[in-house]
């Protein structure tokens, strides 16, 4: 299910983009930014490209790829995701563990791989960001966004993110930023920290988002029952049920339904009755450690790639000219 923004955004000229990109509306209903235009820039044909933005005087990279779908045509928009790598990786690294590419092809979405400089900014309470701003990284992810939208068809009312390890740490203070520009996050082995509920603007007026949490059940990097500074994945669900206002109503699932001798199996719980339309769900994954399952490295085919795909309802073009409730 694809969640519209609120038609309380504020549209600003495009001169004043560095100072108010994405900054939230009174009513939390998402980002807002330049006023798009009626037409793109020429866009060579390249299909997997670098893109850059600058970000506190840095210059900070991503690499996209637009599907063999894409049309670039400004009034017909494909949904983003942002793709968030882990620790001591890189945008390439992600984009070969995750395999976004091949799904973005049978789907029709963009995809965003970005790189950390050096790693993750965590606007959090006591953490030690080597003296980088503490929000540089949402700033990141929301210029980034609007510089997509401004140079390709991308709906910037249409973007989620995922990222393992510390890109998915780093998710679940995207996720409860004001200044986000997602609608929804998918942390892979990566619990939150203890302090989440105390480090999130809870008074900021953030619209709730889907929320997938996916966890393997022998990780031993990042255990699911938590640690000293992090949280379980029970308690991590806990936080964002209470922040979208879930009722206690869950679907129980398993994928595949029925077990496939040692393959990893997927136990997967959501609560679907939550505020704004959102979902949030959890994915306990048998048999799985830290790493990023795909269909080709287990006889099971469990992929999260085209878990976290389906949950987010990625592959139907937008015409942004219709109107947005």
């Known amino acids: 299910m694809k969640r519209r923004r609120g038609a309380a955004a504020v549209l600003v000229s495009a001169a004043l983009v560095a100072g108010l990109i994405g900054c939230g509306g009174d009513d939390g209903g998402g980002p807002t930014g330049p006023v798009l235009p009626d037409d793109l820039p020429p866009w060579g044909g390249l299909r997997t490209l670098n893109h850059a933005v600058t970000v506190d005087g840095r210059t900070r990279t991503a690499v996209i790829h637009l599907p063999a779908g894409y049309v670039h045509d400004a009034s017909l928009r494909l949904p983003l995701l942002l793709a968030f790598h882990g620790s001591g990786g890189s945008a390439l690294q992600m984009r070969e563990q995750t395999g976004f590419d091949l799904i973005a092809e049978d789907a029709g979405f963009i995809v965003a791989y970005l790189d950390a400089d050096g790693f993750w900014v965590t606007p959090c309470e006591g953490c030690d960001n080597d003296g980088r701003a503490p929000d540089e990284d949402i700033r990141f992810a929301r210029d980034l966004v609007w510089s997509l939208a401004e140079s390709y068809a991308v709906d910037p009312y249409d973007v989620t993110a995922t990222g393992f390890s510390m890109g998915g740490f780093f998710l679940h203070y995207l996720g409860c930023h004001p200044d986000s520009p997602v609608r929804g996050i998918a942390p892979v082995a990566a619990n939150a920290r203890e302090t989440l509920p105390a480090d999130c603007p809870l008074r900021s007026g953030r619209a709730p988002v889907d929320v997938l949490i996916t966890n393997g059940l022998v990780d031993l990097v990042v255990p699911p029952e938590g640690t000293e500074t992090t949280l ?14 879930c009722s206690a109503v869950t679907v129980e699932e398993a994928e595949p339904a029925e077990p496939v001798g040692d393959a990893p199996r997927i136990l997967r719980t959501t609560w679907r009755d939550c505020g704004a339309g959102t ?12 790493l990023w399952l795909r269909e080709s490295t287990n006889a099971a085919g469990v992929d999260y790639g085209r878990t976290i795909a389906r949950f987010f309802g990625l592959g139907l073009p937008t015409t942004m000219a219709a109107a947005r409730p």
């Open 232 to 245: 379980s994945i029970d308690e991590g669900a806990e936080f964002w049920r209470d922040w979208s206002r």
């Open 279 to 290: 979902r949030v769900a959890v994915q306990k994954v048998e048999r799985a450690g830290h």
